[in-house]
């Protein structure tokens, strides 16, 4: 299973970008999705995920009400719509991959596939 995240950029405070996540390899359909990120000298962080229907999502609270999680299982590909960017949330953002429970999984050792990372920055 590969994962190959993209969409990472400059972007101003107040800004949007939308973070892509494609897989292969593999039953997509199956695996519950994270987002992911590690901001210089901080540990990796939960940022949102979204179950393997897409029904379920759940997200940190520092990105509540400004981030969607989405996925399109018939293109294997799990989004993470980013609005009103802040310098906080400069980090590069990683995707990843739970088949083992397919629902809301936080918490990093859970996740069993991840992606390269896609570096986000946030200007003031």
């Known amino acids: 299973v590969q994962l190959q995240a993209s969409g990472g950029g400059l972007v101003q405070a107040g800004g949007s970008l939308r973070l892509s996540c494609a897989v292969s390899?593999?039953?997509?359909?199956?695996?519950?999705m994270g987002w992911f990120r590690q901001a210089p000298g901080k540990e990796r962080e939960f940022v949102a995920v979204i179950s393997w229907s897409g029904i379920n999502t759940f997200y940190a609270d520092s990105v509540k009400g400004r981030f969607t999680i989405s996925r399109d299982n018939a293109k294997n590909t799990v989004y993470l719509q980013m609005n009103n960017l802040t310098p906080v949330d400069t980090a590069v953002y990683y995707c990843?991959?739970?088949?083992?429970?397919?629902?809301?999984?936080?918490?990093?050792?859970?996740?069993?596939?991840w992606g390269q990372g896609t570096l986000v920055t946030v200007s003031s």
């Open positions: 390899g593999g039953t997509f359909s199956t695996y519950g």
């Open positions: 990843a991959a739970d088949p083992t429970r397919g629902g809301i999984v936080t918490t990093t050792y859970e996740y069993t596939y």
